[in-house]
């Protein structure tokens, strides 16, 4: 279950490249003027609900890091320390949560970071919302982001304040951590042929947020149980990308499969139109395929009927259904 806990206080020099988001990337920014367009159409339209859920990351942004009580609490035993970790990760909120030594490449490009390890939390993404539109979908979206960035901001205050070590939050409203190469190493799941982790228990319908910290815990490890010798032969998330944005070939590193996504092709359906995308995790049948959960893959064999009578590559639309 564990590797060894955290080496101590040093500091980790990022070298991983991370893509910004929004009119801060500039591979979109790129693709907008080609366009001619000066607004992102997902975003541009007035959906409220959306916007709150937003903006609660935004609110959270300042409270990434504080004080830090200054007596700390033992934490010789790191299993136990991990276990209490963990315990209250899931106690505010978090249906997965590992732990990993922070390295280099988890970091990104030339940020340095004082801490030993990286924790990572996810909270599931309801499936269920496929058959309401994909509104629904783009809202439980942003709604989960928000309750990690809560998640995460409660815990790292939780080891700053009752365990007396540095702590810091990563979110939407800030992070410098690169999300799938950590949730891989703590054992969240495989990576797919669509580019997303997938976890056992929740398919892909999840999503992360993190806290660095010197406080010494025992890690987890990777898990494999089947996905990335599945997605070899499984072209289900391919046939149904309206922008034909995910190869068929993949390269391999450091042993892991890796099927790089066509970001400029993507953008033209996850950004480029009014309705949120998301139909390649949508489209992955490990939402039922582990848990054989009955509910699941009865919404899973709904939806997949609706792609047909639209369409496999159709792009979503918030046409009333019936």
């Known amino acids: 279950m564990t590797t060894g806990a955290g080496p101590g206080a040093a500091t980790v020099i990022g070298t991983s490249w991370m893509r910004k988001q929004d009119f801060q990337d500039q591979l979109l920014v790129d693709a907008m003027r080609e366009r001619g367009l000066t607004e992102i159409p997902l975003y541009a339209r007035d959906f409220p609900e959306r916007t709150r859920a937003m903006q609660r990351w935004i609110e959270l942004a300042p409270l990434r890091d504080g004080p830090v009580r200054a007596e700390r609490a033992p934490a010789t035993d790191t299993a136990a320390v991990a276990a209490a970790i963990k315990a209250r990760a899931r106690a505010l909120g978090a249906d997965l949560v590992g732990a990993t030594a922070l390295r280099p490449g988890f970091v990104e490009l030339g940020t340095e970071l004082a801490h030993a390890s990286v924790i990572a939390i996810a909270c599931y993404e309801d499936y269920a919302k496929v058959l309401d539109g994909p509104d629904a979908v783009d809202l439980e979206a942003m709604r989960v982001y928000a309750r990690c960035a809560e998640i995460a901001t409660d815990l790292a205050r939780y080891i700053r304040e009752e365990w007396g070590y540095p702590a810091l939050a990563h979110h939407n409203g800030g992070t410098q951590i690169q999300a799938i190469p950590?949730?891989?190493?703590?054992?969240?799941?495989?990576?797919?042929?669509?580019?997303?982790?997938?976890?056992?228990?929740?398919?892909?319908?999840?999503?992360?947020?993190?806290?660095?910290?010197?406080?010494?815990?025992?890690?987890?490890?990777?898990?494999?149980f089947g996905v990335q010798d599945y997605c070899l032969t499984c072209n289900l998330c391919r046939n149904n990308c309206p922008a034909d944005a995910i190869p068929a070939a993949y390269i391999t590193t450091d042993g892991v499969k890796r099927w790089l996504i066509d970001n400029a092709k993507c953008y033209t359906v996850s950004r480029f139109r009014e309705e949120y995308c998301h139909i390649c995790i949508d489209a992955c049948p490990y939402i039922h395929k582990t848990t054989r959960d009955p509910e699941r893959r009865a919404t899973y064999k709904t939806y997949m009927a609706e792609r047909k009578h639209d369409g496999y590559r159709t792009p979503k639309s918030n046409r009333k259904r019936g």
């Open 182 to 224: 950590v949730m891989h190493a703590v054992g969240f799941g495989e990576l797919g042929k669509h580019g997303s982790l997938i976890n056992p228990q929740f398919g892909a319908n999840f999503r992360p947020g993190f806290v660095t910290t010197d406080l010494p815990l025992d890690y987890d490890r990777p898990i494999e």
